[in-house]
């Protein structure tokens, strides 16, 4: 009966939550970054490399070398390109630099490089300063930190240090003025491979901390006397001052290498526990108690009101009495009516299918370690060729439902599949891309990796026929009922029945399966820290589909309950409401949580959010479509068996 799948659905979801947890621990505990750890011999060449400038306040990334820091003498710098196609979309591109670091050598007070810089260089600089913009830089791939804060573990007894990605390149003091950090001390961490004396084992990068400095040298072009001065406290700081034409600068730099304990594998620790952990399993527990909560009691509200009906139902034929039918009943003979737009309809299901299984996928790469921050743009990467390859799946799904809904003129499937969404998705990155392009921001795409995603696109051309192709040749999805040749009147609805109401409503439960952990991949995206819980994502995950297929079906449910059988596109359109509560939260963190400044700043972040919106309105519309249209057929079937 309908009430023991149900209750055997419950069920089996309970049993589950027990494994997921386990998951969810195990994965977020167990984490390797990489695969093949760089071995180094003493007084071996270790490289420093710069990645981009990143800013909170105005969210554009600039090249490292688009101010005026020293250069490599012996390399052009302008030529350095993305190692992927993630990288190159994402501004990541790491560029040579100066600095001379050797495994375990230590020095004081080196100087990098003494230059002048004119008017505009101190502009430049104070601009970028007054916007607080940090410099990245990486050591064997793994990115520099800075020191935040210190916390006492009351508990064990022991202070914790809580580190920042990055470093900023100057400050701004309470008076207003502008200070340069010209100076910065490099303390590496360095683990032995093998439990012998230091100079008789190779050993690997694990940690890298950097510390600035502004010092005021007196005579900056003067190598002598920068490193006599840099070894002493620096008791004045270099001043940026708008009115001076000129400043003499020397860039210097001290290399610390420390022993530590920590093994290569656990190297990332310090940048993946920059947010309190505590925090986010309570709010991931708390949110998993009330998701569950409410899942069963719709469940059982749903099974209860479906199994009187069927109840009563089974009493009218044990008796032969026609009986008189109400409800959902009653619409037998339009409930399988095709919908308006069915082309439109069929081709948003079949993308949000296409969206749904790149989704997955994407979160099993991230759960097996594929997906670490070590590998830097693979995820973007990863997710634009599943974007491809997985056309098919929008091509198949489109031509089955167009199918069902009795759909002929398959050219305009076709052509609706292929342009719609990527040209609204496409044309929002391009209006993005030209507004990078004239903020001179290092995420600008090129006309190279336009050329390279153009490609690629293409490929989903004969991906997507193929797909329409094998869906054409298989049979019609069979439907228990045949639609009368009139169609029957709706009555009025209640006001909380009507479309708009109904929608919102039924978006309320799956938002609130996901507002919290939404919380923690925003701040990922435009906070720049690091995301890796993946196991709760993939959890947080199996929630929303789950409740957003069960609210969908009782949305349904009581559509059908007042007569009205037009829910083909309310199913979809109930299940993708949480995208406009998704909207409608970012719109709160925009003002709450960011403090981004001037409106191109302002035009990337909604331009990007709303991006993002509309995957997620895709993908969870097909979420409550499959789901409505399973349950549909369930209950008619059961009803004329």
Not at 10 to 18: D, I, M, N, R, T
Not at 19 to 38: D, E, K, M, N, R
Not at 239 to 265: D, G
Not at 270 to 290: G, K, P
């Amino acid at each position: 009966t309908m009430m023991g799948i149900i209750q055997g659905r419950v069920s089996l979801l309970l049993a589950c939550l027990v494994v997921l947890l386990h998951v969810t621990y195990v994965t977020s505990v167990w984490y390797i970054p990489g695969a093949y750890p760089q071995h180094f011999d003493n007084e071996e060449p270790v490289y420093l490399k710069v990645d981009k400038l990143t800013s909170e306040h105005t969210q554009i990334p600039l090249s490292y070398y688009d101010l005026p820091f020293c250069r490599p003498t012996n390399i052009d710098v302008e030529t350095a390109d993305a190692d992927n196609l993630g990288e190159a979309l994402t501004g990541e591109i790491k560029q040579p630099t100066n600095y001379e670091i050797l495994m375990k050598v230590n020095s004081q007070c080196s100087v990098l490089c003494n230059t002048t810089l004119t008017k505009a260089q101190i502009a430049e600089f104070r601009l970028r300063i007054q916007e607080d913009y940090k410099a990245n830089w990486l050591i064997d791939n793994l990115p520099a930190a800075t020191r935040k804060a210190t916390e006492h573990n009351t508990a064990k007894n022991e202070e914790t240090i809580i580190y920042e990605s990055g470093f900023s390149i100057g400050r701004k003091d309470r008076a207003g003025k502008i200070y340069l950090y010209n100076h910065v001390s490099l303390i590496i961490k360095y683990h032995p491979i093998e439990e012998v004396d230091d100079d008789k084992t190779k050993k690997t990068v694990v940690g890298f901390e950097v510390e600035p400095s502004s010092f005021a040298y007196t005579r900056p072009n003067d190598s002598a006397s920068v490193q006599k001065e840099c070894a002493i406290p620096a008791s004045t700081y270099l001043y940026l001052p708008a009115e001076a034409e000129s400043i003499n600068v020397a860039f210097t730099y001290t290399v610390k290498w420390e022993k530590s304990s920590t093994p290569w594998v656990s190297r990332w620790d310090i940048y993946l526990t920059m947010t309190d952990n505590q925090i986010h399993w309570f709010a991931i527990i708390n949110s998993i108690i009330v998701v569950l909560f409410l899942t069963i009691m719709v469940a059982m509200i749903l099974a209860r009101a479906l199994h009187k009906d069927f109840l009563n139902l089974r009493e009218m034929q044990d008796k032969d009495e026609p009986g008189e039918e109400f409800g959902w009943k009653m619409v037998h003979g339009d409930v399988f009516r095709p919908p308006i737009n069915p082309a439109l309809l069929a081709v948003s299901v079949g993308t949000g299918v296409q969206y749904l299984s790149i989704t997955v996928v994407v979160m099993a790469f991230a759960l097996v370690g594929l997906l670490s921050p070590d590998n830097r743009g693979v995820l973007i990467e990863s997710f634009l060729y599943l974007l491809v390859f997985m056309s098919c799946f929008c091509g198949y799904f489109s031509a089955r439902n167009y199918k069902l809904f009795n759909g002929s003129n398959w050219k305009k499937l076709v052509l609706l599949g292929l342009f719609l969404y990527p040209s609204i998705l496409g044309s929002i990155f391009i209006v993005l891309n030209i507004v990078l392009w004239e903020e001179h921001g290092s995420s600008e795409v090129k006309i190279t990796t336009l050329l390279e995603m153009s490609f690629w696109f293409l490929l989903t051309i004969p991906l997507s026929l193929a797909g329409t192709f094998f869906a054409y040749k298989k049979p019609k999805t069979e439907v228990p009922l045949k639609v009368h040749q009139i169609p029957r009147q709706i009555p009025d609805q209640e006001w909380y029945l009507k479309p708009a109401v109904s929608i919102l409503i039924g978006g309320i439960l799956p938002f609130g399966a996901i507002f919290i952990e939404l919380y923690f991949i925003m701040s990922s995206i435009w906070l720049h820290l690091f995301y890796y819980l993946f196991g709760f994502l993939f959890l947080v995950l199996i929630f929303l589909v789950v409740t957003c297929a069960e609210i969908s079906i009782v949305m349904c449910y009581f559509q059908l309950c007042s007569e009205d059988y037009n829910w083909w596109w309310r199913s979809f359109l109930t299940s993708g409401a949480p995208a406009f509560y998704m909207f409608l939260y970012s719109v709160f963190y925009y003002f709450s949580r960011l403090s981004i400044i001037g409106f191109a700043s302002g035009l990337l972040y909604f331009g990007y959010t709303l991006m993002m919106c509309t995957f997620f309105f895709l993908l969870t519309g097909a979420i409550g479509y499959y789901a409505c249209l399973w349950f549909v057929i369930k209950i008619y079937s059961e009803k004329f068996e």
